[in-house]
């Protein structure tokens, strides 16, 4: 036996191999031999894959539908909801949300289950027989023809060692028996070896029968991974297209039944983060929305405002004009007190464009300019720059610039100067046009920010010469005409004091404020004399009520109570040298009426500079104790 093996080791050694003797290798050709490396490997991989392919199953394998639908993940989820929604009101939006999303749920599962039940039939299956019944049969005949081929072998050798012994006379003994006895053995061993031999030949039938088999059917087996991703897409498209139908039903009905989140979910994209000829186009617009809308507010309320588009608003209150803006902006009414908000979502429409205002194509052309440094050649360069501007952009450009021409000349009071205006708007208006890839990216938009601030506030100082012509700001007529923010009286002099030629006193005349900027129109209104029909006075301003008297006397205030408050009381006429000047108790400084100038000279010897000039205490206004607008702004 141990002989036996010690040739066996000698004959694998020898031929460098432990799978194959040179009689194998005789059988198979060299298409075989290939076929034959590539089985272990396939079996492994259909072992591996259908392990891991069993894993994936969310549902009991072999089982049938329902059972393994009340398995799945899915069918859980879609039970929790089924409890959620009962203790809802199926009224509501929340409730049909969640029912509608039950049910569909639920179609998921069976979706799933079906996808696993065919899974399982058409891969995993035939996985399975093909790494634990096909190819191991195959390996089996493998082995068994190796042993085979081994033995007959060893076989073939003991008979030729045997036939030599008994062809030189060799035997135990030497005599006539032990010969008799070694040519039997011979014939014994020839006996074995030709049925070793027609073994031999039946399993290396059966072996090449085998590998002609796999060899044929390698394309079968690749078809079951082909079939596993053709299952999956089938399944993926069955779950999206019942998605698709339950969120088009969903969404439909959740509009119908709740149009308040539809209110707040309406696009932005018909108004920001769009380019601008789009927006003007679809809304059929000169000017875009927020530019208008935001224009007018400003105008109403926040010429004056301290720091405008520099003090940053509420994100809350921002994102909610935002979306007013977008979905209703007929209602953007309430957000005129707030101008901080206005100013932000004016930015933000500006900064949103996906191309900036004065457009990419020009932004060499507008640098150049800005890096002029005579001025007169800087003001023509500008101006060559703006004549060659798409007509949309250059429309929304002199509508911007002539009101931040405007809001600067109010810069006394709310500390914006156009060089203030151009720090902060600047960067929104103008950018470089980004370059993947450019490491002096961030340094060239340095240097260009700078630039473009110095280009902004020329165009600002410079809105009449490069923008000649008046502007109407309600261009679309969509929105009313800014309520005045100072009060002017044009009526005669001798309208507004009644004379003075007795000795009774008389109320002092009311003041003239000081002249509002020329290009600013203010809605004037008179105060009733005697006599006189009263006028309906403007948004946001009422007449304070006085006490009785022979005359009232005329006087200015400005709208710090909300329209419709009723006037303060405690109203007092204290005597003057020369009338009575009404004033309200406890006033603070913060809301002043204009300074008493008198129209006429009551009496010979009477001068202007003989009237008394009230403290700030004893000017006429609404506010009351503690009133005052917000930020407390002074004369």
């Not at 060692?161 to 070694?182: D, H, I, V, W």
């Not at 506010?623 to 607008?629: D, N, S, T, V, Y």
Request: proline share 10%.
């Amino acid at each position: 036996m141990m002989k036996r093996q010690l040739h066996r080791m000698r004959q694998l050694a020898h031929t460098g191999s432990l799978g194959r003797t040179p009689e194998t290798a005789e059988f198979l050709g060299e298409d075989l031999q290939q076929v034959e490396q590539r089985l272990e490997p396939a079996k492994r991989a259909a072992h591996n894959v259908h392990k891991r392919l069993q894993a994936c199953l969310q549902g009991q394998s072999g089982a049938d539908m329902d059972k393994r639908v009340k398995k799945l993940p899915l069918m859980a989820l879609s039970t929790t909801m089924a409890e959620s929604f009962k203790e809802l009101d199926p009224d509501s939006s929340m409730g049909k949300a969640l029912e509608m999303s039950c049910a569909i749920q639920n179609q998921l599962a069976r979706i799933l289950a079906e996808f696993e039940m065919t899974l399982e039939r058409d891969v995993l299956q035939p996985l399975n027989r093909l790494s634990e019944e096909e190819l191991p049969a195959i390996l089996k005949h493998k082995k068994s023809l190796q042993k085979l081929v081994s033995d007959w072998n060893t076989l073939k050798s003991r008979l030729s060692q045997a036939a030599k012994n008994s062809g030189s006379g060799q035997g135990l003994g030497g005599g006539p028996g032990s010969y008799t006895t070694t040519a039997n053995k011979v014939e014994m061993l020839k006996d074995e070896e030709e049925e070793l031999k027609r073994k031999v030949e039946q399993c290396k039938d059966e072996y090449l029968a085998d590998l002609y088999h796999f060899a044929t059917k390698e394309d079968t087996y690749a078809n079951h991974f082909i079939h596993l991703m053709e299952i999956q897409a089938d399944y993926h498209r069955k779950s999206l297209s019942s998605l698709d139908t339950a969120l088009a039903e969903l969404r439909e009905n959740h509009s119908q039944t709740d149009p308040s989140p539809s209110m707040m979910a309406a696009p932005f994209s018909r108004v920001y983060g769009v380019p601008l000829g789009t927006h003007l186009r679809e809304l059929g617009r000169d000017i875009a929305l927020p530019i208008e809308a935001c224009v007018m507010m400003l105008l109403s309320e926040g010429m004056k405002e301290e720091g405008l588009f520099r003090l940053a608003a509420g994100a809350s209150v921002l994102k909610r004009l935002k979306q007013t803006m977008a979905s209703d902006p007929c209602s953007l009414q309430e957000f005129c007190s707030d101008p901080h908000a206005v100013a932000g979502a004016l930015k933000s429409y500006l900064r949103e464009l996906p191309e900036p205002l004065m457009t990419f194509d020009l932004y060499d052309d507008w640098m150049r300019a800005a890096s002029l440094k005579e001025p007169g050649a800087r003001l023509e360069a500008l101006q060559e720059v703006c004549s060659r501007l798409p007509r949309e952009n250059l429309s929304n450009l002199r509508y911007l610039m002539k009101f931040l021409a405007l809001l600067a000349e109010a810069q006394e009071v709310n500390k914006m100067t156009p060089s203030n205006i151009a720090i902060v708007l600047g960067p929104n208006l103008l950018w470089p046009p980004e370059k993947e890839g450019d490491l002096a990216q961030l340094d060239a938009a340095s240097v260009s920010s700078i630039q473009v601030v110095g280009m902004v506030e020329a165009l600002i100082q410079n809105a009449d010469t490069l923008f000649p012509g008046d502007i109407n700001f309600n261009v679309s007529g969509l929105f009313s005409a800014p309520a005045p923010q100072d009060k002017v009286s044009d009526r005669p002099a001798s309208e507004e004091l009644p004379s003075i030629a007795t000795p009774t006193p008389a109320p002092v005349p009311a003041p003239a404020p000081a002249p509002a900027p020329a290009s600013v129109a203010l809605k004037e209104s008179q105060a009733p004399s005697a006599g006189q029909t009263h006028h309906a006075a403007p948004p946001g301003l009422q007449r304070p009520r006085l006490p009785s008297s022979p005359t009232p006397a005329p006087w200015l205030w400005q709208p710090c109570d909300p329209p419709g408050s009723a006037p303060p009381s405690g109203w007092q006429q204290p005597p003057g040298p020369h009338g009575a000047t009404p004033v309200a108790p406890h006033c603070p400084p913060t809301c002043p009426a204009p300074e008493p100038a008198p129209t006429s000279l009551p009496q010979p010897g009477f001068s202007r500079a003989s009237l008394p000039r009230p403290s700030l205490s004893e000017r006429t206004c609404r506010c009351g104790p503690g009133g005052g607008r917000r930020g407390g702004r002074g004369p």
